[in-house]
Nanobody
């Protein structure tokens, strides 16, 4: 079992920034952030494999940055240049099984462990 503790989120104006964090209960190589907007499906926006780095969806590339804290394994999602469309519930996910290539391909149905979610609202 892996527990994922999320923090961060909140409200920001368009063009602003927010930072999300996800701390796993034990070391795990493959982690990701997903989001689900109102009336939408769950979208994978960024995947991270320890030792290989991040992979981003086109919708956030150039605006969002993933980093991993080596001490606790916390995964940080720095969100800059926020848009109204970024409004969603954001979820951290983890999977101890795959290698790097498979990790980056993982969709929402593939991850066995999830955080509770944290709300991000972008509005003027």
């Amino acid at each position: 079992q892996v527990q994922l503790e999320e923090s961060g989120g909140g409200s920001a104006q368009p063009g602003g920034s927010l930072r999300l964090s996800c701390t796993p209960s034990r070391g795990i190589l493959c982690m990701a952030w997903f989001r689900q907007g109102p009336g939408q499906g769950r979208e994978g926006i960024a995947h991270f494999y320890l030792g290989r780095g991040p992979d981003y969806a086109d919708s956030v590339k150039g605006r969002f940055t993933l980093s991993r804290d080596s001490t606790k394994g916390t995964l940080h999602l720095q969100m800059n240049s926020l848009k109204d469309d970024d409004t969603a519930m954001y979820y951290c996910a983890a999977d101890p099984r795959p290698g790097a290539t498979e990790c980056y391909r993982r969709d929402s149905g593939d991850f066995p462990y999830w955080g509770r979610g944290t709300q991000v609202t972008v509005s003027s």
